[in-house]
């Protein structure tokens, strides 16, 4: 029986402020810290803040803090919750908004994440063997180390947001942070050798003053190349988002540098720039509302790399049953605070499933320590995550958790998803 729930506020890693809310039972306490976004799509649940010029420009959540306080301590109180489905459910219903307004997807997915915490730990099992899905066997996620950013997480020129490094060719997670560790120093040092500054972006890559994504990618292919990996899928291959939304003009044309791309030229480009560079998997390479453009994309590259989906799908199942229906993407990107409970996100991933999407796990760009999501990879699966750089502490956060996890429960398979059919681990 859930006694208690209570928040505070607390800083994130942009020096926002966030809550962290704890979830008691008359003999144990846990917490979760909510994550917050800067690159976020249209149909994201709203997240609360005061908006008292006063207090952090108007970001304070104190307001958020009284709604756990108030209407969902009562809540909670109100009866013994069978599980967490229930709960989140009646504080859906509860909030009574299409996108948690009133009460504040912050505070919903905070108590959330709190309580599944309360579950485990009242049925004995690590928090990701409490998040197993049905018929699937859990699996250490590779790693989307993002180690050159750009786009809304960094003040340069450069329009694609996040070029990430992923090991598929490790075997553990273990080496797979070595291998992450090892071509983000060695990006340093290439950076500092060709004189740029190696100043770091909101999800602690290096944000060198470039423009041309295709700038970018050679300086990724060069550090993994001096760190002594093989390029690819036996080694580290690379993953895109560009998070196009943030760079597509009123006119509907795609700014990069000085270029303005029609949505036909923008497919044509990552056609290139998948020919001529070892990138595995492109997140939201169209704008949000580009459906035509995100077909045409998808029509082009779907057999051959993977076309997430994360401004467009915001973790909501109905949108990612609606785009399989036609022919958008195939995989999703996964937040739970996108849509507001740890319920409706692994709704979400049930759709994945349904559809034969791929779906990554994902922190968000303003971060806590909480390493919640690492078990929430572990668990359903997911064979991916990305969060962040391998450096700062609220990306490591996540990175030694699943370290933690692997060395806790040996056995535990590394790598990215098998596809439907597929039980082997590439
Ligand atoms: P955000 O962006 O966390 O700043 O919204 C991350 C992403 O676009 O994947
Ligand atoms: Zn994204």
Known sequence: EIVDVDAREILDSRGRPTLRVTAATAAHRTSASVPSGASTGR?????????????????????AIGSVTGELRDLVRSRAWPGLA???????????????????ANAIIGVSMAVSRLFAHHENLPLWSWLRLPRRSARLPVPHFNVLNGG????????????????????????????????????????VAAGHGVGL??????????????????????????????????????????????????DGRYRIGDERLSSAELVERYREIVHAFPVRS???????????????????????IQLVGDDNFVTDAGLIRRAAARGIANAA??????????????????????????????????????????????????????????????????????????????????????????????
């Open 282 to 304: 492109i997140e939201d390479g169209m704008a949000e509302d580009d459906d035509p453009g995100w077909r045409e994309l998808t029509d082009r590259l779907g057999e051959r």
């Open 201 to 250: 972006g909101d999800e602690g890559g290096f944000a060198p003053q470039l423009t041309q994504p295709e700038d970018a990618l050679k300086l990724l292919v060069q550090a993994i190349a001096a760190a002594g990996y093989p390029l690819g899928d036996t080694g580290v291959s690379i993953a895109l988002d560009p998070a196009a939304s943030q760079f597509r003009q009123d």
């Open 43 to 63: 149909n994201e649940a709203h997240e609360l803040r005061d908006g008292d010029p006063d207090r952090y420009g108007g970001a304070g959540v104190r307001r």
């Open 86 to 104: 229930e709960l989140d459910e009646a504080m859906v219903d509860l909030d009574a908004t299409a996108n948690r307004a009133r009460l504040g």
């Open 333 to 426: 990107l996964i937040k739970p605070n996108q849509v507001g409970t740890v319920t409706e996100t692994l709704g979400a991933i049930q759709a994945c499933r349904d559809h034969g999407y791929t779906w990554m796990i994902s922190h968000r760009s303003g971060e806590t320590a909480d390493d919640f999501i690492a078990d929430l990879a572990v668990g359903t699966g997911a064979g991916q995550i990305k969060a962040g750089a391998p450096a700062r502490g609220e990306r490591v956060a996540k990175y030694n958790r699943l370290m933690d996890i692997e060395t806790d429960h040996p056995g535990l398979p590394y790598g990215v998803q098998p596809l439907p059919g597929e039980h082997s681990a590439r």
């Open 152 to 191: 809304a997480h960094a003040q340069t020129a450069l329009a694609f947001q996040e070029f990430m490094i992923a090991p598929l060719g490790a075997t553990s997670t273990a080496e797979a942070v070595r291998a992450g560790a090892d071509v983000y120093r060695s990006l340093r040092t290439l950076l």
